[in-house]
């Protein structure tokens, strides 16, 4: 059989695939050379000496059939992952919703004039807060769990004292 347009562009490619035997003997015959730059823990104690290193270039499916069962199961994990992108991105909305709605109440009822005096903590208390929120050590451009895990502690706590 020719591979003129009869075969569609998957099959083509599955039967320009090499064999077995074809990938075994182009890997055997791929060398590379590297200089010994790690002598202690090489047999070899010259470190400027170079080392011959096979290589193989790829590891070759023993039929079309399983090449087709891989693509069809990378295919499935990446609609997987994105509807896990999609989810995550949900739940950080969610939890951002609920983080800056209980930031705000806090705001409103500290700068509140309507808020009674009776209803805040005393003075002494209020900077003893203002000294947790400052001294709040993160690194938010690296997007640590840790980070969101201790900005959400100090948060609760703080709505404890005050509302």
């Not at 890997?27 to 047999?43: G, I, L, V, Y």
């Not at 090449?67 to 909305?93: G, T, W």
């Not at 004039?113 to 208390?125: G, I, Q, V």
């Amino acid at each position: 059989m020719s591979e003129s347009t009869t075969l569609p562009e998957s099959e083509k490619q599955l039967a320009t695939t090499p064999s077995n035997h074809q990938i075994a003997e182009s890997s055997k015959a791929k060398k590379k050379t590297t200089k010994n730059k790690d002598s202690a823990k090489s047999e070899n104690p010259n470190p400027n000496e170079e080392v011959e290193t096979i290589l193989p270039e790829t590891i070759a499916l023993k039929t079309p059939k399983a090449h087709a069962k891989r693509l069809a199961a990378a295919q499935k994990l990446s609609e997987e992952l994105k509807a896990l992108q999609a989810f995550l991105m949900v739940l950080l909305m969610n939890y951002s919703g609920r983080i800056t709605g209980k930031l705000g109440e806090l705001i409103h009822k500290l700068g509140s004039s309507e808020t009674e005096c009776n209803d805040l903590p005393s003075a002494k208390a209020i900077s003893q807060l203002v000294k947790r929120v400052h001294n709040v050590q993160s690194k938010p451009h690296k997007g640590k769990l840790k980070d969101l895990a201790q900005f959400e502690k100090l948060l609760q706590n703080l709505a404890d004292k005050i509302l």
